[in-house]
């Protein structure tokens, strides 16, 4: 999705140089004005035949120039490893997650259960059971959150700032072995240097999390993208935002969230706390 987004930039640009409209585009290029429109929006794809005729039009000649967006243009057509997942998990989550592999930042606020980025194999799978009766769906779904989780490696160098109540660390999912597996595995994952997890405890009392539920903000790299907000609504699934007064107000509740939270330290006592008791 860098990929797309990147030619489909590059295309604006090219087009604003060479002082053409997209009604002007379509014309010469015999192509509807829906067609450029959604070209630059990225909802269709673009041919490398008809990118080349683009970059013609736009006066693109430097050969140098051409074949580096012939090679973007290959790259973003190639696909990724969570198109084979698409329907299983939906359009919408499936375009999250694109969005998600290119963010360099990522906020979450949980209310109810870990984050699926922080779950192990076997919590994974005690969250999906009550939801599903079919045994090869909930091993697909829990192979498709195991493969997400390969972003919170340091080398991909996205951050990640996770905020949890502390309900989400006592409710105990799975049984005890499991959940005393994926405490070990939440303490371990918080001492990475890209991922900070803060908890809200209990006696912060009633807070702007609890009437805006669980939700996740990306940000992006220099001026790509706007900031995309994804939203949880009960019985609905999650919703897609970039409407930029509405992402403001989840980023504003986030930070708000993170000065309610715990030290470190009190988050890797209740951990240790917990899991005396699972044993």
């Known amino acids: 999705m860098v990929q797309q987004r990147r030619l489909r930039a590059e295309l604006r640009k090219a087009r604003d140089q060479a002082e053409l409209t997209q009604a002007q585009v379509a014309e010469e290029m015999d192509w509807s004005v829906s067609?450029?429109?959604?070209?630059?929006?990225?909802?269709?794809?673009?041919?490398?035949?008809?990118?080349?005729?683009?970059?013609?039009?736009?006066?693109v000649v430097d050969r140098a120039a051409v074949n580096e967006l012939v090679e973007v243009g290959k790259a973003s057509r190639k696909r990724?490893?969570?198109?084979?997942?698409?329907?299983?998990?939906?359009?919408?989550?499936?375009?999250?997650?694109?969005?998600?592999?290119?963010?360099?930042?990522?906020?979450?606020?949980?209310?109810?259960?870990?984050?699926g980025l922080?779950?192990?194999?076997?919590?994974?799978?005690?969250?999906?059971?009550?939801f599903n009766t079919d045994q090869e769906v909930i091993d697909k779904k829990v192979?498709?959150?195991?493969?997400?989780?390969?972003?919170?490696?340091?080398?991909?160098?996205?951050?990640?700032?996770?905020?949890?109540?502390?309900?989400?660390l006592r409710r105990v999912v799975g049984g005890p072995a499991v959940m005393k597996e994926q405490l070990e595995w939440l303490r371990e994952l918080r001492r990475q240097p890209n991922i900070s997890i803060k908890m809200i405890p209990f006696s912060v009392?009633?807070?702007?999390g609890v009437g805006l539920g669980s939700f996740v903000v990306l940000e992006f790299p220099g001026?790509?993208?706007?900031?995309?907000?994804?939203?949880?609504?009960?019985?609905?699934?999650?919703?897609?935002?970039?409407?930029?007064e509405q992402v403001s107000k989840y980023v504003e509740a986030f930070l708000q969230l993170e000065d309610l939270?715990?030290?470190?330290?009190?988050?890797?006592?209740?951990?240790?706390?917990?899991?005396?008791?699972?044993?």
């Open 261 to 279: 939270a715990g030290t470190p330290d009190e988050l890797d006592s209740l951990i240790d706390t917990l899991i005396r008791e699972l044993q």
């Open 223 to 244: 001026d790509e993208q706007d900031h995309i907000a994804a939203v949880e609504h009960s019985g609905v699934g999650v919703s897609l935002q970039d409407d930029p």
């Open 205 to 208: 009392g009633v807070h702007v």
């Open 118 to 130: 922080l779950q192990t194999p076997g919590y994974a799978r005690a969250t999906l059971s009550p």
């Open 35 to 59: 067609k450029v429109i959604r070209i630059e929006t990225g909802a269709v794809g673009l041919s490398i035949t008809d990118l080349r005729a683009l970059l013609q039009l736009y006066g």
């Open 80 to 115: 990724a490893w969570w198109d084979s997942y698409r329907e299983l998990v939906g359009d919408v989550v499936a375009r999250f997650i694109g969005l998600e592999s290119s963010a360099s930042l990522v906020r979450q606020y949980d209310s109810g259960v870990l984050p």
């Open 143 to 168: 192979e498709f959150r195991g493969k997400r989780q390969e972003i919170l490696k340091p080398h991909y160098r996205v951050k990640f700032h996770f905020v949890l109540e502390e309900t989400v």
